[in-house]
């Protein structure tokens, strides 16, 4: 942010800076004020699939599927990559349709097979975190397990570690 913040300063207009600047506020789960980072974006570069997406992730996050999946297919819109169709397929997914995004997830792993861009390896770390979803949600018991375990220690699944409670309605351990 520190580098973000100095070139910000001068060229309050760059649409990459913006991006950078918004996805640091989503990491930090500041999704308001991503928000409006990439809202700035889609106003100042309308046909850049950086803002739309970044809005993507931001409305999945705070679970407005309906405008998560609006603003992924006017990235997609704008540019086809295995990265805008796995932002497809993951706002699908969040919204439960499950056919949609099985289609947009496996279009996005042949476009990372065949004409990989340079959020690929983003795009199929996505794909493999919807997959699991859409394969259990599907019913594929096995491979949606399978899928599901893969997420381990992803921001989606964070590995918890449950402690023994000594105080309140009483201890966990036997006296």
């Keep these: 942010m520190e580098v ?15 991006y950078v600047i918004g996805c640091v506020l ?3 789960a500041r999704q308001l004020q991503a928000i409006q980072s990439a809202k700035r974006i889609t106003s100042l570069c309308p046909n850049d ?3 739309w997406s970044l809005l993507t992730l931001c409305w999945g996050e705070l679970h407005r599927y309906d405008e998560s999946v609006r603003n992924a297919e006017r990235a997609v819109k704008c540019k086809r990559t295995d990265k805008t169709l796995s932002d497809l397929a993951y706002a699908h997914a969040n919204a439960g349709n499950w056919d949609k995004a099985d289609q947009f997830n496996k279009e996005a792993m042949i476009e ?5 861009s340079p959020l690929a390896g983003e795009a199929l770390k996505n794909c493999n975190v919807s997959e699991g979803y859409i394969r259990l949600a ?12 893969a997420t ?8 918890w570690a449950y402690g023994i409670v000594k105080s309140g309605w009483g201890s966990l351990m036997p006296s």
């Design 26 to 28: 989503l990491k930090a």
């Design 49 to 51: 699939f950086r803002g």
């Design 112 to 116: 990372a097979a065949t004409k990989p």
């Design 138 to 149: 599907k019913g594929d018991w096995k491979e949606g397990f399978q899928a599901y375990r």
């Design 152 to 159: 381990m220690r992803t921001k989606w699944r964070k590995e």
């Design 4 to 18: 973000c913040n100095k070139i910000i300063l001068d060229e309050p207009d760059n649409p990459g800076v913006l």
